[in-house]
């Protein structure tokens, strides 16, 4: 019986040693999106613009989409797209815009590869856990309601 005590002991004790080791992960839950989803929503409104907002998960599934009224179909299509192109490549879609615009068309090629302005990585120590993205206003006004979010979910 006692040595049934010390081994249950001992696998006890090296599970949670075991356990100790595995990486911490963070990601996206649903109280981090409503905090990004009312700091966009009110950066768009005191831009007076209407736009749809996708935010996405590291791997670029969809976690919210969410189109204004006013903003025109193909928005959401865009957001989707910045959303993905900023979680995926782990940088902000406007890299795509400019690399296109100094000439280099092998990110019309890219998986995903979205060059338009408006979507941004979600950093969170070093890693990133999503993206998110704005469309239906121009284009820097996209990326400035995407980093309102941003804003918002790490000063809370």
Not at 68 to 85: C, E, S, V
Not at 122 to 127: A, E, N, R, T
């Amino acid at each position: 019986m006692l040595m049934l005590k010390l081994v249950a002991l001992l696998l006890t004790s090296m599970t949670l040693i075991l356990a100790a080791d595995l990486p911490t992960k963070k990601w996206l839950n649903l109280a981090a999106v409503k905090t990004m989803v009312a700091a966009a929503e009110a950066e768009a409104q005191k831009r007076n613009v209407q736009v749809t907002i996708c935010i996405v998960d590291e791997s670029g599934n969809l976690l919210f989409l969410q189109k204004a009224d006013g903003a025109a179909l193909n928005t959401i299509n865009f957001a989707q797209k910045k959303a993905r192109y900023a979680a995926l490549y782990k940088r902000p879609s406007k890299s795509a815009a400019d690399q296109l615009k100094k000439g280099d068309l092998q990110i019309l090629a890219f998986p995903d590869g979205f060059p338009n302005q408006g979507g941004l990585p979600i950093k969170v120590d070093g890693q990133t856990l999503g993206g998110i993205a704005a469309s239906g206003a121009a284009s820097e006004v996209d990326e400035a309601i995407a980093q309102a979010a941003i804003d918002a979910l790490l000063t809370k």
